[in-house]
Each structure stands twice: as C-alpha cells, then as structure tokens.
C-alpha cells in the first residue's frame, strides 16, 4: 500500500477542523492531569486522525481514553463525524483514507 505524508494531504475542511479541535480543547485538560494530551491530525471525509502523545501514547487504557472519552466527545460535539482513529507513525497516513 502507497502512503502519503500528512503534509501533503489537502482539502481540509476549516470550519470542520475548528470544531473537532474545539472538541479536544474540553477534553484535554483531563489528559494533561495525566502527563498526557493529543493532536489533531487531519480530518478526510468523516474520520478523524488524532496522535496521542505523552503518557497517553504508552498507556495501558489508551484504547479505553480514545473509544470512551475522545471519540464519544468528538462524536457528540460533531456528529457529522463517523470515525476517529489515532496514528501511530507520525510521518505518514495511508493514502487510500486520504
């Protein structure tokens, strides 16, 4: 499978992106409680991208954080969005989601 580099994806919808990242700002504050946080990578179509970082990257309950706290609130602020998934490979995206 070809990949693209996050840099390169384009066609980013503005409003959309500032909802999404309005959503992350209420919920970060419980992740930096923790000594971590995410990032907003991109979203294509109707997923969002996000990178966990800090403690949040190697936690034991990631997947219970990003199911249970990020995507529920992502989904409830912006109901527009379908899916949220997190990248593990800071470089690239897989062009067939681009």
Do not use: H
């Not at 992350?24 to 971590?36: C, H, I, K, T, V």
């Not at 970082?53 to 992502?74: P, Q």
């Amino acid at each position: 499978m070809d990949n693209t580099t996050i840099e390169s994806v384009t066609n980013v919808n503005s409003d959309l992106l500032l909802k999404v990242e309005a959503a992350l700002q209420s919920m970060r504050p419980f992740l930096e409680a923790d000594g971590g946080n995410v990032e907003l990578v991109k979203v294509v179509d109707t997923t969002v991208w996000l990178r966990m970082v800090g403690t949040c990257k190697t936690c034991s309950m990631r997947s219970m954080t990003m199911k249970a706290g990020i995507e529920d609130g992502i989904r409830r602020s912006v109901p527009y969005i379908t899916r949220v998934r997190a990248i593990d490979d800071a470089d690239v995206l897989p062009s067939d989601l681009v």
